[in-house]
């Protein structure tokens, strides 16, 4: 009785899928541990810090060097 070779590769395949799929799970299980909720302190909460593009004075520096 022969096999056929393209059941061979379909079911290495599923193999190949199967074990990369139970090692992303074990992953993720391993790296769930247990959530401990963070105390809320109740003092006012510090100013966001601005984001964004900003001119500073490395910035201004370089595009003095830059201009032709």
């Known amino acids: 009785m022969k096999r056929d070779p ?7 395949r599923k193999f190949l899928r199967d ?3 139970a090692g ?3 992953v993720v299980a391993g ?5 401990v909720a963070a105390a809320q302190s109740k003092s006012t ?3 966001p810090a ?3 593009y900003r001119v ?7 595009y003095d060097k830059a201009r032709i």
């Open 6 to 12: 393209g059941e061979t590769r379909t079911q290495r």
């Open 45 to 47: 909460p510090a100013k």
């Open 56 to 62: 500073t004075a490395h910035v201004s520096k370089y």
């Open 31 to 35: 790296s769930a541990g247990p959530v």
């Open 50 to 52: 601005r984001k964004g």
């Open 19 to 21: 074990m990369a799929a």
């Open 24 to 26: 992303g799970l074990a």
